[in-house]
């Protein structure tokens, strides 16, 4: 199962400006658009090595297609594309102002279901997490446009931790609708 | 010689090129096979006229098996050697199934490595043996009415299979001789069905109440794509759990009587035939003659009905809720798709509608859509239809995942992902020298593996001996349109191949697959060397067909004179191949050629890509405006 001999980068593919900013609306145009091309239904009687390749390159798409379309793994792919490793990224410590706020939001999380109106709460606190994510994602992009790729990465370790917590929230809020 | 004219994928064959292809709904009740003649698409009836054939099986006598209503007939007399709900036992344990099997009174055989295997008149039988005699007699109907060999098929399955129980039914069709085009999840099929009408754009949910399980999908359809983006359900609520409601409640007004399983199973026949009547009638009578001593009548009004099956129902909007949620909507949905028999149920129905704030879609017969749905997908990868069609994007419903330390689960792909998909996950050694390494594979949504489904186990070997840690393995877990999964591992520091078996964990192994394939009496000897020769002449044909027509339109400009030279040498070669008797030898040269010609075909893929997106035309920008 050798990968699609393929060099150029997800934005690329896609023939996208490389920048945090994506167009949301287009990406999801060419997307459709690739998979029209690549998809194995295409191959539904081609041969069985045409069919292999299909799947491959139709996977490597819906891959590019994710990695853009959310904000995290989109940010995380162009530190990567500037040369900055995961292990780098995984280095970088939030200042504790930031971490303090954290534990804060994790508390207030899992006290939620003891809540009188946990349904409620939690609708805030989701709203809450959203609102931070925008101002980390409008900071990262500045930050990465300037080429301040250091301080890019300690950003997108904060927009990690906001991406978990807001995971959680929605499980919670989840188990909650199915109580 | 047969001299095959391969379209190239999206172009349109000429009319009289025009291929056999069915969608077949392999249910657990009932089954059904539908095709699209003259651009409609229809449910193909048996001789008497019947569009629906009972997923039964009698194996009582030598005369080989007796499918449908027939074996329905024989059932009294052979029970354990009728089998019903087959379905339900597909690409199972004998642990899960054991449960299911003992309510069936089936009698299963204990050899074998955990696998299902019932015992009848006829020998022990498979799960998917049974299945591929229903499936066999629905290709036979197909190949009758449509006066010849059936080119492709699309087979479907409920949302909410697993790998293995897809596999198994893959395995059900290539067994019964069809060429399984697709399988298609059950919901998704609906949404095509109706979809097909509509070139609109939306938000369609298909909302799939059937015999045994709940299925629910959010589908977007746009520029003829149709994603799916979620899907969801419950495995243990269907229609037959408004039947049991019913039942109880004539248990409770009659005293609690012990039932014999015989009787129990004319009660819920009878409060099925009620349930069907409430759906038209304000109230239903129900005989109890032969099921009480007894006997007498109860009369069940539809309010009461409705009051007993509503809890079931709310059930229902709990999965509605979640896979919403999951779709990340922002607004509702545009269009409701019912499907299966109980969604006739009127509570149902407005229940859905209060639910998503419109009424549901129900032109179409809920039991008839899945299939009709399947048939439009097989016209569709047949090559039936110009291109500019629908393309179908479904995800994969549960998650995959892979064992770690403390029998926890890790998720190497998350449920609702796009298929095909293509994930790679790093492993090292534990010791020095370590050659081997085993990998657990699971699905489902839970923490512990205890919890999730068993999947295969992965051997690894070949790995470079190094001091423990330094090894890195990277497994890729690819996902296919099927959405079935293939495994491949690579030694990263070496770069060495290491290789894979798979042992599935309630599958049937490739060899145990092509043996049962040999062992069909189908075709005799001679029938079958010769069958085998067609075959890798059919594939070798296609290869070179494929080939030549992409080097006609992209061969100067994406091969050097040196790469031209090897395909071409190599084509000559399997075109002399083909011409002789020695299928082994036609089959190895076609391996050679396509792993040569593997970087064109990426090349030519890499280009069509580029061309699809280069700079976006104005009347394309019109369009958009337009929509």
């Given at each position: 199962m050798s990968l699609p001999e393929f060099q150029r980068n997800y934005f690329e593919l896609f023939d996208l400006p490389k920048s945090f900013a994506v167009d949301q609306v287009e990406l999801g145009r060419r997307y459709r658009k690739a998979q029209r091309e690549t998809h194995p239904d295409r191959f539904a009687r081609a041969s069985a090595h045409e069919q292999r390749l299909a799947v491959q390159y139709s996977a490597l798409i819906n891959e590019a297609y994710v990695t853009l379309r959310q904000p995290v793994s989109r940010a995380l792919y162009l530190l990567e594309l500037a040369g900055i490793s995961r292990e780098d990224i995984d280095r970088q410590h939030p200042d504790s102002g930031f971490l303090m706020i954290q534990i804060e939001l994790r508390e207030k999380l899992e006290s939620m279901q003891e809540q009188p109106e946990p349904a409620l709460m939690l609708e805030q606190l989701l709203a809450e997490i959203g609102e931070d994510m925008i101002e980390l994602q409008a900071e990262f992009a500045q930050q990465y446009a300037a080429g301040e790729l250091a301080v890019g990465a300690a950003t997108c370790v904060k927009m990690q931790y906001l991406d978990k917590l807001l995971l959680e929230a929605e499980q919670m809020e989840a188990s909650l609708l199915e109580k | 010689m047969v001299l095959l004219n391969i379209a190239e994928p999206g172009q349109s064959p000429l009319p009289h090129q025009v291929k056999r292809s069915v969608g077949i709904?392999?249910?657990?009740?009932n089954s059904l096979v539908a095709t699209v003649q003259g651009g409609r698409p229809n449910v193909l009836p048996d001789s008497q006229g019947g569009c629906v054939l009972p997923s039964v099986v009698n194996y009582s006598g030598d005369h080989g098996p007796v499918v449908g209503s027939a074996a329905i007939d024989l059932a009294v007399r052979y029970p354990a050697d009728t089998l019903m709900s087959v379905k339900r036992f597909m690409g199972r344990g004998k642990a899960d199934a054991a449960a299911d099997a003992t309510r069936a009174r089936y009698r299963l055989s204990d050899s074998d490595q955990g696998l299902v295997r019932f015992l009848t008149s006829a020998g022990e039988l498979s799960p998917v043996e049974v299945s591929a005699d229903i499936l066999r007699s629905l290709r036979d109907r197909a190949e009758t009415a449509l006066g010849g060999d059936i080119d492709g098929a699309v087979v479907t399955v409920p949302a909410y299979f697993d790998e293995a129980q897809r596999q198994a039914t893959k395995d059900a069709a290539t067994l019964a001789g069809l060429k399984v085009l697709r399988l298609l999840n059950e919901p998704t099929a609906a949404a095509l069905a109706y979809g097909l009408d509509s070139s609109e754009q939306g938000v369609i949910a298909v909302y799939d109440l059937g015999g045994g399980t709940f299925d629910i999908s959010i589908l977007r359809l746009h520029q003829g794509v149709f994603e799916v983006l979620s899907t969801g359900g419950d495995a243990a609520l269907g229609g037959d759990d408004l039947d049991a409601a019913v039942a109880n409640w004539v248990l409770q007004k009659t005293g609690e009587p012990d039932l014999a399983p015989g009787e129990y199973r004319q009660l819920q026949a009878l409060a099925r035939e009620a349930k069907e009547q409430l759906s038209t009638q304000s109230s239903a009578d129900l005989d109890l003659a032969g099921i009480l001593p007894e006997g007498g009548v109860l009369s069940l009004s539809r309010n009461l009905f409705e009051e007993l099956i509503q809890p079931l129902i709310k059930r229902t909007l709990l999965a509605c809720r979640r896979c919403l949620r999951d779709a990340g909507l922002g607004a509702g949905v545009d269009n409701i798709v019912m499907v299966g028999?109980?969604?006739?149920?009127p509570l149902v129905r407005a229940t859905v509608a209060s639910f998503f704030g419109r009424e549901p879609l129900i032109d179409i017969d809920p039991d008839q859509v899945v299939a009709i749905g399947a048939a439009i997908q097989a016209d569709i990868l047949v090559g039936n239809r110009p291109q500019g069609d629908l393309l179908l994007l479904d995800v994969i419903p549960l998650s995959l995942g892979i064992e770690t330390m403390g029998g926890l689960a890790e998720k190497v792909i998350p449920r609702n992902t796009t298929i095909p998909v293509s994930r790679a996950q790093e492993f090292t050694t534990a010791?020095?020298?370590?050659t081997a390494l085993s990998v657990h594979i699971v699905q489902g949504e839970r923490e512990m593996v205890a919890d999730c489904r068993s999947l295969a186990h992965f051997e690894l070997r070949g790995i470079p001996s190094m001091v423990a840690g330094a090894a890195r393995i990277r497994v890729t877990f690819q996902v296919d349109a099927d959405g079935l999964l293939e495994v491949a591992a690579r030694e990263?520091?070496?770069g060495s191949e290491t290789s894979v078996t798979v042992k599935p964990s309630f599958g049937l192994t490739d060899e145990q697959i092509t043996g049962m394939l040999q062992a069909s009496f189908e075709y005799a000897e001679e029938d079958k060397v010769a069958r085998q020769l067609a075959e890798c002449r059919l594939s070798g044909w296609q290869l070179l067909e494929g080939l030549k027509s992409a080097l006609l339109a992209d061969g100067d400009v994406l091969l050097d004179a040196n790469e031209r030279q090897v395909i071409d040498a190599q084509m000559t070669a399997l075109e002399s191949l083909i011409e002789g008797e020695d299928a082994e030898g036609i089959r190895v040269q076609t391996e050679i050629l396509g792993r040569l010609s593997e970087a064109f075909a990426t090349r030519r893929m890499d280009k069509s890509v580029r061309e699809a997106l280069a700079g976006v035309s104005l009347d394309e920008l019109d369009d958009e405006a337009a929509e």
């Open positions: - | 709904d392999l249910g657990t009740t028999g109980s969604t006739r149920v010791r020095d020298g370590q990263e520091i070496t």
